[in-house]
């Protein structure tokens, strides 16, 4: 089934509910919406879209992430949301090999740098000109009846060890799993509810607009267009039911506010939160000063969104004494995903022993777009292989305790080693470096490189680094060391680096 459908079912059934509110911009009942959907479907069509083609969305926050997302599934063509936080040689790579040949922006990308760095041509829509306006005004288009549940909607570039980004292939079956999952599991959307992007809906924010447009709930856009600590405080005064997918680090930002406040949010139905760690002692404090109000979720863009789940009524619960070691953990594993722990055998591991986390299930990505060698080990025995770490208890909650494939994240953000360590080796200062994360209390992670420098300090490599990486995948901090702990084949020994940075 083409997810357009559900977009179009909730129309007919609420067509003057609420469906878009972006603050002091634009408001959109369920019946305009599907009125803009259609008419920018047919507006595609006049560029050249047609089904089957990628359609790139590099866009800070904005009503019309909604209405593009629903117009490439009606016409069957493939969204890829990109964040815009990406360098512009990022954005290149991404567009080239997607050949995508369409992208839609806001004013703040750099599209004169994307352009030069391209090695095929892009034809750039800027969301609030004049041009976007056009397409409205186009032959309304139809829903695309060919497509299938086995076709690509949303492709979700991560970047990966090699250091270039894989761009997960995400179908409609993948993404009616996910919705199904988060109606059953995560959050009972309803019409009258209100979902805030704080975070970029490039990604988590944005996969959780696809439930809630089924269920008739209303996006609400902030006018900062992301997360804004006081806008938030003023959206939870008046807006009720209102509810929002946040990164820890967001979280606890708002912990601190309403705790300096003496209050507690009343229109709060709900935070969903994940993308990284939120320690326990963090946990408690979050839930003394919000209430009973926070979701756990542990996904990937391998499978969004959907491998476990720690329920708000799992974070107050003590029936057995084990709460603490519960909010420890990542929940249990959604409805109709399978995870398991598999040891280096490939056979499950038992309760308590450590092993990789692996994953089936509907809500499984199809693969890597154009890297058959990535897909197949990605999904060898038929599980999604996570690359985490972790352990079951006999009660089959999940707690993660290693990455095995180095990934920082930070403030939400997946941030890979690789990739910056052959960024900063571009420069011809630096001999060797070896990137890994510390623990940082508000981000929940660091980028930290230990260098191996001849004539380059710590100010020459920011800059060089932001000539060629997104800004929030930098350093926060540089090491400098006259050599890196070795094997004896060679590698670095990325442990000792971590102990050497304890102290």
């Known amino acids: 089934m083409n997810l357009a459908y559900t977009l179009f079912r909730t129309a007919r059934r609420v067509p003057r509910a609420i469906a878009v509110i972006e603050r002091d911009r634009v408001e959109l009942d369920y019946g305009r919406l599907a009125e803009r959907v259609l008419a920018l479907a047919g507006g595609l069509q006049s560029l050249g879209v047609d089904a089957g083609d990628r359609v790139g969305l590099l866009m800070k926050n904005c009503a019309q992430y909604v209405e593009l997302m629903y117009a490439c599934w009606t016409l069957g063509a493939c969204a890829i949301p990109m964040n815009t936080r990406l360098h512009a040689k990022e954005v290149a790579w991404i567009l080239d090999d997607a050949a995508a040949r369409v992208c839609f922006v806001t004013d703040d990308a750099d599209t004169a740098g994307i352009a030069s760095a391209r090695s095929g041509a892009t034809t750039f829509v800027d969301v609030d000109g004049a ?24 492709l979700f570039y991560t970047s990966g060890t090699t250091g270039k980004p894989k761009g997960v292939l995400l179908t409609h079956r993948n993404l009616l799993a996910m919705t199904l999952n988060y109606l059953a599991d995560v959050d009972r959307a309803a019409i009258g509810e209100h979902l805030v992007h704080a975070a970029p809906m490039s990604h988590g924010s944005g996969l959780y607009m696809v439930p809630n447009v089924a269920a ?69 404090r979050a839930l003394e000063v919000l209430g009973p109000r926070l979701v756990q979720i542990y996904g990937q863009g391998e499978s969004p969104m959907t491998i476990t789940v720690l329920t708000a009524e799992e974070h107050m619960d003590d029936h057995d004494g084990r709460r603490l070691e519960r909010l420890g953990s990542v929940g249990r594993a959604q409805t109709g995903v399978e995870v398991t722990v598999l040891g280096e055998d490939g056979c499950p591991a038992p309760a ?72 900063l080796l571009l420069h011809p200062g630096v001999r060797e470096v070896a990137v890994i994360g510390e623990p940082d209390a508000e981000w929940g ?54 102990a050497l940075l304890r102290g």
Request: aromatic share 8%; net charge neutral; proline share 5%.
């Open 131 to 154: 041009d976007y306006r056009r397409l409205l005004h186009a032959q309304p288009g139809t829903l695309h009846d060919a497509s299938r549940a086995s076709q690509p909607a949303w």
């Open 445 to 498: 992670e660091a980028v930290v490189a230990i260098v191996v420098a001849s004539g380059a300090d710590a100010a020459a490599l920011d800059a060089h680094c932001l000539a060629q990486i997104a800004r929030f995948k930098r350093p926060k901090r540089y090491v400098f060391v006259d050599e890196l702990p070795k094997n004896a084949t060679g590698k670095v020994l990325k442990r000792e680096l971590r």
């Open 216 to 284: 008739g709930a209303a996006q609400v856009i902030p006018a900062a267009r992301g997360f804004d600590v006081d806008e938030i405080q003023q959206i939870l005064a008046y807006t009720p039911h209102t509810k929002f997918f946040a990164a820890p680090t967001m979280v606890m930002r708002l912990v601190d506010a309403y705790a300096a406040r003496g209050e507690t949010p009343q229109q709060l139905k709900s935070i969903i939160y994940g993308g990284g760690p939120m320690y326990v002692a963090d946990s408690v």
């Open 352 to 423: 308590s022993a450590i092993g990789e986390v692996c994953v089936r299930g509907d809500s499984v990505m199809a693969g890597y777009l154009n890297n058959p060698q990535a897909t197949a080990d990605a999904l060898a025995g038929g599980w999604l292989h996570t690359g985490d770490l972790g352990r079951f208890d006999n009660a089959g909650y999940l707690t993660l305790v290693d990455r095995n494939k180095d990934l920082i994240i930070s403030g939400g953000s997946n941030i890979y080693p690789r990739e910056v360590e052959e960024a």
